[in-house]
């Protein structure tokens, strides 16, 4: 996938050995980039991501950076329409991490490479 390189790669097959084998859903809450609500009643929280695994986070979200904001041409399309809705740096980034785990997660599981042109 562009904007990921080698030494991201390795560090989430290391660490995460779910890759390929769980939903998407699931990927996205080890991963720590899936959004929680903090609803109770009629009211409506603001939605954070919490959890999961700090240092593959750490990892994912830094490569995730610079995948959106220049190398990735499909995520960069992602975080611009985010970057639209006039949401907070994190918020804009944490929909593109759970993006790109999902599609990470989809291409294992399938046995494929990245195809931009698949993809859209």
Same mark, same amino acid.
């Given at each position: 996938?562009? #904007? /990921?390189?080698? $030494? $991201? !790669?390795? #560090?989430?097959?290391?660490?995460?050995?779910? %890759?390929?084998?769980?939903? &998407?859903? !699931? *990927?996205?809450?080890? %991963? #720590?980039? @899936?959004? +929680?609500?903090?609803?109770?009643?009629?009211?409506?929280?603001?939605?954070? *991501?919490?959890? #999961?695994?700090?240092?593959?986070? &750490? /990892?994912? +979200?830094?490569?995730? /950076?610079?995948?959106?904001?220049? &190398?990735?041409?499909?995520?960069?399309?992602? +975080?611009?329409?985010?970057?639209?809705?006039?949401?907070?740096?994190?918020?804009? %980034?944490?929909?593109?991490?759970? =993006? =790109?785990?999902?599609?990470?997660? $989809? %291409?294992?599981?399938?046995?494929?490479?990245?195809? @931009?042109?698949? $993809?859209?």
């Amino acid at each position: 996938m562009p #904007g /990921l390189a080698e $030494t $991201t !790669a390795a #560090g989430l097959i290391a660490a995460m050995p779910e %890759l390929g084998q769980v939903s &998407n859903k !699931a *990927i996205s809450a080890l %991963l #720590g980039v @899936a959004p +929680y609500d903090d609803d109770s009643g009629k009211r409506r929280g603001e939605r954070q *991501i919490k959890g #999961g695994r700090r240092r593959v986070r &750490n /990892l994912f +979200y830094m490569a995730c /950076l610079g995948a959106a904001t220049g &190398n990735n041409p499909m995520l960069k399309a992602f +975080y611009q329409r985010c970057w639209q809705k006039e949401r907070r740096r994190r918020s804009r %980034l944490s929909p593109a991490c759970a =993006s =790109s785990s999902s599609i990470l997660n $989809t %291409l294992i599981a399938r046995g494929e490479k990245w195809d @931009a042109v698949a $993809t859209r």
